[in-house]
């Protein structure tokens, strides 16, 4: 009777344990809210920036070119060097043009001289005609002649003003301050005024432009924002460079002018930016790329990109924590970002909570716990390095 009974409570007690263990594995297994992190989305001013490619360009080229025909005599610079504005850069032959203006001085003594004694006759028949002593016609012959020799030494002057110009023109100089280039012609070469190719080159590249090629569709729609009010811009607007290794140009240049013509080959616009140039780092001809600031957005909703996800139709979408700490999806009207951001101008409202952490395996009306997203601390489930795990044992 005693065994039986001990049976029996053994048997109770093995049911009872065994509820118990059924009870406490549906406790565990429960489903709980997710922890995610989120951020509130609000209005804030926004300055929109684009990045487009472009050229440098020279402030100033000027092709250095004779003027007279000669010979080359010397070439008065070093190639490559920077030269000032009238610095001699090569000299040609004067001697034929030093003749040219011993003949026209010679001939401006002739007409000089040949003056009085026709002023002297026409002032002597003047007196004659009075008494009716010559015909009145050679008295007007003789202020003829007289007016003629007077024009005769103001054509003399004006040749041999033209021929001491041809003869400072054989040292030929710098039109402009800059770096010239290489020479084309050496000494000996034989030149003319009339020759199509340039002697040499120089380039003023301090300052230096940069020309910018944008889609003119872009200009006419940056065009109407800023008309409607949408965009805010500052009339000198700051433009920064990237060179042709990754690099940061390190001044800042200003954009200048719009080219008021559209290439119908391509269809965009020249936009043309001033920048400082003081250790010629930028040469003409480099390719860079440039940052345009477009204006500046008052009210604008910045969702970090890692929370924006595609849809199979291709459209944004984010998740947002909705009425009560649910998910709810929500599709996105944006078309350009600003550094990790996406610029959000449809499908949210100033204080919605849009899910950036842990909204991989959600799905729409899950309840989930929400808390503040912080972008620098460290996602959940992340191990520790091996020489933290180590640290940490110690």
């Not at 004659?128 to 010559?134: R, T, Y």
Request: net charge positive; charged share 20%; glycine share 8%.
């Amino acid at each position: 009777m005693v065994s039986k009974r001990l049976m029996r409570g053994v048997l109770a007690s093995s049911a009872l344990l065994a509820l118990t263990a059924c009870g406490g594995g549906q406790q565990q297994q429960a489903p709980q809210a997710p922890p995610v992190g989120y951020v509130v989305v609000r209005e804030q001013p926004v300055t929109l920036t684009t990045e487009l490619p472009g050229r440098t360009t020279a402030f100033e080229t000027s092709e250095v070119r004779p003027q007279v025909n000669g010979l080359v005599l010397e070439r008065l610079f070093v190639e490559g060097d920077v030269v000032h504005k009238g610095q001699p850069l090569y000299r040609i032959d004067p001697a034929p043009y030093e003749a040219q203006v011993a003949s026209a001085r010679a001939a401006l003594t002739r007409a000089r001289s040949s003056i009085a004694s026709s002023a002297a006759l026409a002032r002597r028949y003047g007196e004659l005609v009075k008494i009716n002593a010559i015909a009145r016609q050679e008295y007007e012959n003789a202020q003829t002649t007289a007016a003629q020799a007077q024009a005769d030494v103001a054509a003399q002057q004006a040749a041999l003003r033209t021929a001491q110009i041809d003869l400072a023109r054989t040292t030929i100089r710098a039109p402009i301050t800059g770096r010239i280039g290489r020479s084309l012609f050496t000494t000996g070469a034989l030149v003319s005024a009339s020759q199509a190719n340039a002697l040499a080159t120089i380039q003023r590249i301090d300052p230096v432009y940069v020309d910018i090629q944008e889609s003119s569709a872009d200009l006419l729609k940056l065009r109407q924002q800023i008309l409607s009010g949408r965009l805010t811009r500052d009339g000198n607007a700051h433009v920064k460079l990237k060179l042709e290794d990754g690099s940061e140009y390190g001044a800042q240049g200003t954009m200048r002018f719009a080219d008021v013509t559209v290439d119908p080959t391509t269809g965009s616009q020249v936009i043309r930016a001033l920048f400082p140039n003081p250790n010629g780092l930028l040469l003409p001809g480099m390719f860079v790329r440039a940052s345009l600031v477009e204006g500046t957005q008052a009210k604008a909703m910045l969702v970090p990109q890692r929370a924006v996800s595609r849809d199979e139709k291709g459209q944004p979408t984010v998740l947002v924590i909705g009425a009560g700490n649910k998910v709810e999806p929500r599709t996105l009207v944006s078309n350009r970002t600003d550094g990790d951001n996406w610029i959000v101008t449809g499908g949210l409202k100033p204080g919605d909570k849009v899910i950036v952490e842990g909204a991989m395996m959600l799905r729409p009306g899950m309840p989930v716990q929400g808390s503040p997203w912080n972008p620098n601390a460290k996602p959940a489930g992340e191990q520790p390095k091996p020489g933290q795990a180590k640290t940490q044992a110690k």
